[in-house]
């Protein structure tokens, strides 16, 4: 199957909120009850090598990728996130990674549903951290339309261990808070003063 879409948009402004990110931050809270940003940091780690793996399928029969879940922050996440991020990019820019199932975190699925799944985490997150962290996140038009057209059936109670309840919207609100709402996030969130 040809890739139905690039992730580099999305990569790259992930990248760029991770870079904006300064240690005095670590501890803010985010639209992720009980998620500090170090917490998220640690979670885009885990995820951009996560999700690599299951575009190569290396993945597959494995429940917790070798090396990438753990309670500390790694030093070297300042390059190693754009690093794992890039090479994201290039696994989902095989037409092979979309084809079959692929897993990743214990989940098994289509690989092109994987894709969107990635997706989501990838811009959902990179909000998440640029609201907490006082940046805007850059999001591609065109995987705002796929994120849509993927989350359009959310449950509106939620996905257990992915979304909370989808907070309402308005329909002619902008295409990311539409997203944001469907992912159970409040697209108005501030940190506390």
Do not use: N, Y
């Not at 999700?51 to 790694?74: C, I, M, W, Y």
């Not at 979304?163 to 969130?189: I, K, N």
């Amino acid at each position: 199957m040809e890739p139905q879409f690039d992730f580099a948009p999305a990569a790259r402004s992930l990248a760029t909120v991770v870079a904006g990110i300064t240690d005095d931050q670590f501890t803010a809270p985010t639209p992720c009850v009980g998620l500090d940003v170090r917490d998220l940091i640690r979670h885009a780690v885990e995820l951009t090598e996560a999700f690599r793996q299951a575009a190569t399928k290396e993945s597959v029969g494995r429940s917790t990728p070798p090396g990438v879940v753990d309670d500390e922050l790694s030093a070297d996440w300042r390059t190693r996130i754009p690093t794992q991020l890039d090479a994201l990019v290039e696994a989902w820019r095989v037409p092979e990674a979309w084809d079959g199932e692929t897993e990743a975190g214990g989940v098994v699925m289509p690989a092109a549903a994987m894709a969107m799944v990635a997706l989501d985490e990838l811009v959902v997150h990179g909000w998440d951290l640029a609201v907490s962290t006082g940046q805007v996140l850059e999001v591609d038009s065109g995987h705002l339309e796929v994120l849509l057209d993927f989350l359009g059936e959310t449950d509106p109670e939620g996905t257990p261990g992915l979304f909370g309840p989808v907070v309402a919207v308005a329909e002619d609100a902008p295409a990311l808070d539409r997203v944001l709402g469907l992912t159970g996030r409040d697209a108005g969130w501030k940190p506390p003063a």
